[in-house]
């Protein structure tokens, strides 16, 4: 049954409110039974809104109700949960390690003296000939190794959500996903995080370019192996 047109409002009977209650108002029930009216029926409505000095926020506040309905916007806790739990029930745990694996079989092959230690070790300011500084780093670096398999355990775990919630099915389409999740999100803070220590170009292309191996390996066994 179709609602009674809402007439056009007057001065006396309307007043917007402020911007500090247009976000409680913007997701509000009243707005979710609103979104079920027919456009047209607001015409007579924000006429007389847009007469008011806080009317324009106030319609762009339903025009935005209008174009998001409530329930595309946010889940319940408990649907979240179940969603959540679906999609973690879903991965390959296996995989997921092996990947994580491989990016420290890659980073010992990446920063190995047949690719770029002796590189590494001048950009970062060590001297390469000084054995006792080079064999003190090696003794110390069970900490740095064990908290990066930490980080590309949980790298792999996102990548996998990721690629499940994309429904990631050839080797090409996760590897050109994983490279745009590089460039978005790795590469621009690795490259601002180089502007500010005041780090080389060369140094940042050399542990760029690692994590740019790592996505990409790590996007072909998640993709392959389900």
Known sequence: MRLKEAKKPTDQDFSPPSSS??????????????????????????????????GFLFCLCIAIRL?????????SEKLTKELLSMHMHSLNWLAILLAAISTMVLGFLW?????????W??????????????DEMRRN????????????????VTLALILHGMRAESVHFGMMASFHIWLGFVAT??????LFTKQS??????????????????????VLWK
């Open 21 to 54: 209650v247009l976000g409680h108002f913007l997701f509000s029930p009243q707005m979710v039974i609103a979104s079920l009216l027919r456009k047209s029926d607001y015409l007579a409505f924000l006429s007389g809104a847009v007469q008011h000095p806080n």
């Open 67 to 75: 174009r998001l309905p409530y329930r595309h916007l946010f889940l």
């Open 111 to 119: 920063y190995s003296p047949l690719l770029f230690a002796k590189a």
């Open 121 to 134: 070790t001048r950009e970062m300011g060590y001297d390469p000939n000084d054995k006792s500084k080079m």
């Open 141 to 156: 670096a069970g900490p740095a190794y064990a908290g990066s398999f930490v980080a590309g355990l949980l790298s792999a």
């Open 189 to 194: 803070v690795q490259f601002t995080g180089a």
């Open 201 to 222: 170009m060369k140094l940042f292309s050399i542990n760029t370019g690692y994590q740019l191996i790592c996505y990409l390996v790590m996007g072909a066994i998640l």
